[in-house]
């Protein structure tokens, strides 16, 4: 990243926090970054989606090829994301040069042959229309199709999930060329073809667990009609999450399971199940969508892998002789996407100072090369704010996790004796975590005088499988506990202002964000960004994939009714007592905007400071460009207001009722 110019240390400025003028401005952040996504390699070509906010939040297939060119493979509209699960995932594959992904706007799959000479090649649909997705896609060479999981929406109900082969030798327009391999279960996974062809595995998980708690793997053999015998289910069940089964070169199946409280990588060999390497970290992840991948076969015997350990991430490689681990160093602190092969590993990464890149490692040299940066965006370093890990009290004796960012900018301190505001982040999921991993969106905060504290409360994913079932039956008590006591260290450590205390979260963060302003008095103000105010509303309307989530989360619904209207921030508005921002995507399926409305409508009739945005044509995340500068630049607004700062800059004002 380049460095611009700043004003010299000895003659800061002195002003409040929360004044400062900062040079990465919400404006910089849309037009300089993108979203690095799923990857994908073959021979010497690396693939990968990238999402645009500067095309309305298209996500574009692009290709590196083996002389380093770098090409866009799908032109506009086509926009590849899958709607599987609502979150998606595992949306494009290639096999010899044709790359075959699902579409957008039809959630149909396209192939295109990359290699074709043709300058005007566009997409060919190989799915019918009508109301299917589909997701996790694989190419099953030997019988000439297209294995993936397939989302039927034509009916009414809850959706049905199914594993399929599509024939990639019929265009069928009414899905004749499509078959059934496996159905019955709830929800499908992770389709993972033998080397010789001849054996699937998946995984599968019912109603009410998650990826997360409980999934089975299966194995089946491939018979002479492409259909799955003997199908058997050689791991996971009752408190066991298995993730990622890959099939190693000799046609032993790996995985990776926390039947030890730890993701740790495991093989099935002949009807016995050993591990690989044993250590209190974690080689799996939560699967919010499809795809996701930790580890990879460099060759028979040796195995690329990432793992986590206290909210960092790291790079290893296993030898299956030796059964030794070496880590390997990197200058990265999150890495994801990992894809091997026996030349290189590809994977995204980043580290505190540096935005997320798409890596590639030589596995001869261990030489790293930045194939394409998510920022472009010229900052001197210097006003970039480094996280550091914490950990602090919480409630019955156990301790939570978090990154804290101090304010930072070499143009400006504070008066003498003035703390900061703090902006306490609770992400989404809640089964998830925050990283390290640099961000111009928290950059943004520290850069103006805010600190940040960016939050792994009980529930999150990275610290075992015990860490991650605290929030059973306690949503909204132990995040919100723990959110609120990492204020409160900040404060006692001299590290924040006791009277400017905020919280913000999106999601299932938007719902312990109000939960925290509703059921306890430590913060005074709060922004939601298509959160959750009533978990009873939620447990009738959202969609399949987290339809039985709160069963865990909270009880059975109706059984646990008074529970849900006991959490619930929308039935507690009497308690609420600080302003609040709401931000909401008009066709957001996952939290639907009658979720935020209600809240609001109850905060006008209070008379508390309240605003609501909303963005026609957004979903369950905001990817246009104008819509994610405009928030930052009304959640920057909103605190002025509420804390009494004055503005370094101009920005269109936002409309607080009661304010």
């Not at 040069?97 to 959630?107: K, L, P, R």
């Not at 060479?141 to 049905?160: K, M, T, V, Y």
């Not at 990492?486 to 590290?495: E, I, R, S, T």
């Amino acid at each position: 990243m380049k460095e611009t110019n700043h004003r010299n240390e000895n003659h800061r400025e002195i002003a409040s926090f929360g004044s400062w003028r900062s040079p990465i401005t919400a404006e910089l952040i849309v037009k300089g970054s993108i979203g690095l996504g799923q990857i994908e390699t073959e021979g010497s070509n690396i693939y990968w989606t990238e999402g645009r906010p500067s095309e309305g939040g298209r996500n574009v297939l692009v290709r590196q090829d083996q002389a380093g060119a770098i090409a866009d493979l799908i032109p506009a509209p086509f926009n590849a994301r899958s709607r599987v699960h609502e979150y998606g995932g595992g949306v494009f594959t290639v096999d010899q040069g044709v790359v075959y992904f699902v579409n957008f706007a039809d959630q149909r799959i396209y192939c295109l042959d990359t290699q074709a000479e043709a300058e005007t090649e566009k997409p060919v649909a190989l799915t019918p229309e009508g109301n299917y997705r589909y997701a996790d896609l694989v190419v099953d060479r030997p019988r000439h199709r297209l294995l993936a999981i397939r989302e039927d929406h034509n009916h009414s109900g809850e959706p049905i999930n199914t594993l399929v082969a599509i024939d990639l030798s019929i265009n069928s327009k009414d899905g004749s060329n499509q078959q059934i391999l496996a159905s019955g279960q709830d929800f499908y996974s992770s389709p993972a073809l033998s080397p010789d062809g001849n054996h699937l595995a998946w995984l599968t998980w019912q109603h009410p667990d998650l990826p997360w708690y409980n999934t089975q793997l299966w194995i089946a053999q491939i018979d002479e009609a492409g259909n799955l015998q003997q199908a058997q289910v050689i791991a996971g069940g009752k408190d066991e999450s298995v993730f990622q089964p890959t099939w190693g070169a000799e046609g032993s199946l790996y995985f990776v399971s926390d039947r030890s409280n730890w993701w740790n990588i495991y093989c099935w060999q002949e009807g016995q199940v050993s591990p690989i390497w044993e250590m209190t970290a974690e080689f799996g992840l939560p699967q919010w969508v499809f795809a996701m991948k930790t580890y990879g076969f460099a060759s028979s015997q040796e195995i690329i892998c990432t793992y986590s350990q206290q909210g960092l991430w790291y790079l290893g490689k296993i030898n299956l002789q030796t059964k030794e681990l070496i880590t390997l160093e990197i200058p990265y602190t999150d890495i994801s996407g990992l894809r091997v092969t026996s030349e290189k590993a590809v994977f995204l990464g980043g580290s505190a100072t540096t935005p997320t890149a798409l890596v590639s490692m030589d596995l001869a040299s261990y030489k790293l090369e930045i194939v394409r940066t998510s920022s472009q965006v010229a900052i001197a370093s210097s006003y970039f704010s480094t996280p550091q890990a914490i950990s602090f009290p919480t409630e019955k004796g156990l301790t939570a996790y978090g990154f804290y960012y101090p304010p930072c900018n070499p143009d400006y301190t504070a008066p003498e004796g003035e703390k900061p505001p703090l902006i306490v982040k609770s992400h989404g999921g809640p089964t998830a975590a925050t990283s390290s991993s640099f961000s111009l969106r928290i950059q943004f905060w520290t850069s103006r005088g805010f600190a940040v504290l960016d939050v792994n409360y009980g529930g999150s994913t990275g610290y075992g499988r015990e860490y991650r079932l605290r929030l059973d039956g306690q949503w909204g008590v132990v995040d919100v506990d723990d959110c609120t006591n990492g204020a409160k260290y900040l404060v006692q450590q001299g590290l924040a202002d006791p009277q400017k205390l905020a919280i913000a979260g999106g999601s299932a963060g938007g719902f312990t964000t109000l939960a925290a302003l509703t059921f306890r008095h430590t913060f005074q103000a709060g922004a939601s960004y298509y959160g959750v105010s009533d978990l009873e509303a939620l447990a009738r309307d959202t969609h399949k994939f987290e339809a039985r989530y709160l069963d865990r989360l909270i009880g059975a619904y109706p059984e646990q009714q008074e529970v849900y209207k006991a959490r619930s921030p929308i039935n507690f508005t009497d308690q609420l007592d600080c302003p609040v921002i709401f931000f909401q995507g008009l066709e957001d399926k996952v939290v639907p905007p009658n979720q935020a409305e209600m809240m609001v409508n109850a905060l006008q009739k209070k008379g508390l400071p309240v605003a609501y945005i909303t963005y026609p044509g957004e979903q369950h995340g905001f990817r246009k460009a104008e819509n994610i500068q405009r928030t930052l630049e009304a959640e920057l607004y909103f605190y002025s207001q509420v804390f009494g700062f004055a503005l370094s800059e101009k920005i269109d004002p936002v409309a607080i009722a009661n304010l």
